[in-house]
């Protein structure tokens, strides 16, 4: 094969595996990072996005409506989000362990409930064909963009505004960095908290959604490969900013689009480790990232990760 | 909302009769107080007098179990924090209250009860820059707050209190985190104010200079109850401190011995040291201390004071340099430690020099457990000459304890200190690290530690006092050295200088 056709085949099946491996990444990073903004981590996110896919294609499948099956989706990572803060609430109870038994919890009953959904085939989310203009249809295949991918960003771009030019965005940031300072001027910090991990967990479930109804678009156990706790990573790499998120998010997702690129060129030597690829990167940024200082200097200065 | 709308006026307050008991302890006694609108009010007393507790009532942390407030003369009921607030009535507190990670306009907007749910920057920075053109005094609000030095941070919050149009502001040790310039700054601005009749101020403080060159009257407290009030032009120094302190005797300190000639002990050469977040919190520190002298640290806190210490105890690795003793390489294990002599008080003691759940007489074995007579071969440990040495040193040290075996974090602040000094000053001492060693103890206390820091150094050890307490370095120090920013500078013998030049240096305005 000519070299640069190779290439630009790689970059192409890169691009749009990327965007593919992107969405989830970045709906369960926003929704870590909403909830670290108000000064909990919520490990629980891998089990939320499990349950959110089952729920999504269970829904899709008894309505036949994939967006019905979002929004599901949405509403039990909501639950979970709620769970989440409301055990976090009693005394002494630690939001990491609290967060990998939900973890456990999520995968549990999504394996249990959803044991009569991997046979039958649901409907699933259309895509948005952007890619007419390049004329290659390579490109064209790339660029068929789910419209999850498109709300993600905006909802990036929104939550990077709401955070510095609303009132709740400001409350949330008080709340995570100072809890004496958010009692001092009297709002509720465990209703705040409450409320971010129970939208975090909306995103997270929304996530799931994605996984089960467009990519790789089916529902079994094995569907996730642990993006949920990689998001964790994900959100320190990106020191807490929404649009840092994006970034990272496409990242990750490239990384996890490698393997299947370089194999649709023939290359097969190596599959699983180039497979591995977004663990090895979350290796090498936890490594990078956990050392940095600079970091540290960004965290919410209410978690439990910093203190 | 903005915090302009009304032009409110200074508002006077009075505490009658208040009343708070925790447990089995009266804290408040029937505690009354008056401050007139437009006036600067000086709360003094020890630590435990009651102060905190007093204006914790006043507003509605605590609930008192007697008495009541009366805002401009009529009585009113505040419950909680808020409501002291709607009536006017604002604190700034010792820990500051503003969020690090935000700027100063997100902490200021953030702080009003009330506003649109969707900020609008532009009005709301045109409205702040109007509001601060009629302070007389700004802090830069478009940075975020932990970029801001300890002298501004304490601006900002009284700007928000002010901002939060309240019109009668408790100020909690003002000063304990501004240079001497600031603290006159600061409070020469609000004394302005009062003058002007646009605030009312009530301080709690402990240093009489403050009290004699801004407030108007006094209040002091002892042990809970009501010591003495008055104006402050009537009231002497002496006075105010025997309303303070009652008749405690208070342990007389042993004269300077000179020393002449005595070498260098401890050599600090080119240490540095990094912050946790990685920035240099000990920038190239050079510092020679003789036998025999007590060189005195100033400095206002988080200029690389406590790293520096943490570096000395080994607490903290160091990036570069060297430390000699004697001259000897000296590194800070504990085997060198017990070499070279080198003991410590470091800050805060519960939680630097002391385990809190281990008993006293363990905390005080720490330096000598592995040793005869509490080790046998080394490593059998037994608890009978552990707690006789113990009980000795409990004895000599005046520590209040139930017993030896009681857990240290039991005993009170003086008594804890009490106990490391102990452990730490029984034995021959040639090198001593000392930081803040009287923050939160009462006089007594504060004097027998001092005391006993004098003795060392006239025994022959050289002293390295760290302290925030500029009173301290300068009744204890031979040599004062000033920290800022993680440099020394300035080094100078105490004779020859003064707490002007001190303060100039200590906010970096030496050269």
Known sequence: ?307 | MTGMTSERRAIGLEAVKMRKVFGGLVALDDVSLKVPAGTFHALLGENGAGKSTLVKCIMGFYKPDGGQVLVDGRQSAIANPREAAEAGIGMVYQHFTLVPSLTGAENLVVSRPRGSQIIDWKTEHAALEEFLARMPFRAPLDKPVHMLSAGEKQKLEILKQLFLDQRFIILDEPTSVLTPDEADEVLGLLRGMTKRGDVTVLMITHKFREVQAFADDLTVLRKGGYAGSGKVSETSIDAMAKMMIGDTQIRERAARVAHKDAPVTLDIAGVCADADDGRAAVDGINLKIHAGEIVGIAGVSGNGQSALVEVLSGQRPMREGQLTIKGADFLPSRQSMAKYKVFGLPEEPLKNAAVPNMTVAENIAFRTFDQPPIAKLGWWLSAGPMRKRAQELIARYRVKTPSADAPIAALSGGNVQRAVLARELSSEVDVLIVANPCFGLDFASVEEIRAQIMDQRNRGAAVLLVSEDLDEILSLSDRVAVMSEGKIAYVEEIGKTDRATIGHHMAGHGH
């Not at chain 1, 990444?25 to 996005?49: C, D, P, W, Y």
């Not at chain 1, 090498?284 to 203190?307: C, N, V, Y």
């Open chain 1, 1 to 307: 094969m000519d070299a640069g056709l190779a290439l630009s085949t790689v970059i192409a099946a890169m691009l749009g595996g990327a965007i593919r491996v992107t969405t989830p990444f970045l709906f369960v990073a926003l929704g870590e990072m909403l909830t670290e903004r108000s000064g909990r981590i919520n490990l629980g996110l891998e089990g939320t996005l499990v349950l959110g896919a089952m729920t999504a294609y269970a829904f899709s499948y008894a309505t036949g409506s994939p967006w019905i099956g979002v929004l599901a989706a949405g509403c039990f990572g909501f639950l979970m989000g709620t769970l989440h803060a409301t055990i976090c609430r009693l005394p002494g109870v630690n939001d990491i362990a609290v967060g990998i038994a939900l973890m456990l919890f999520g995968t549990g009953i999504a394996f249990f409930f959803g044991k009569p959904y991997i046979q039958p085939t649901a409907p699933r989310l259309p895509s948005i064909s952007l890619g007419a203009w390049t004329g290659d249809p390579r490109f064209e295949q790339a660029l068929q963009i789910n419209p999850l991918f498109l709300i993600g960003i905006a909802l990036a771009i929104f939550l990077a505004w709401a955070l510095k030019n609303t009132r709740m965005g400001l409350v949330l940031r008080v709340t995570g960095d100072s809890e004496a300072a958010a009692r001092a001027l009297g709002h509720p910090v465990m209703l705040i908290r409450l409320l971010a991990t129970a939208v975090g967990g909306f995103f997270a479930g929304v996530g799931g959604a994605f996984l089960s109804l467009y990519y790789p678009g089916s529902w079994n156990e094995g569907l996730s490969s642990g993006q949920g706790l990689m998001a964790v990573a994900l959100v320190i790499f990106a020191r807490w900013d929404p649009i840092r998120c994006l970034y990272a998010a496409l990242l990750f997702g490239a990384a996890g689009a490698l393997g299947p690129a370089l194999q649709s060129i023939g290359v097969t030597q190596g599959y699983y480790f180039f497979n591995a690829a977004p663990y090895i990167l979350t290796l090498f940024l936890m490594i990078g990232s956990a050392g940095s200082k600079r970091a540290l200097r960004d965290a919410p200065g209410e978690l439990s990760l910093t203190r």
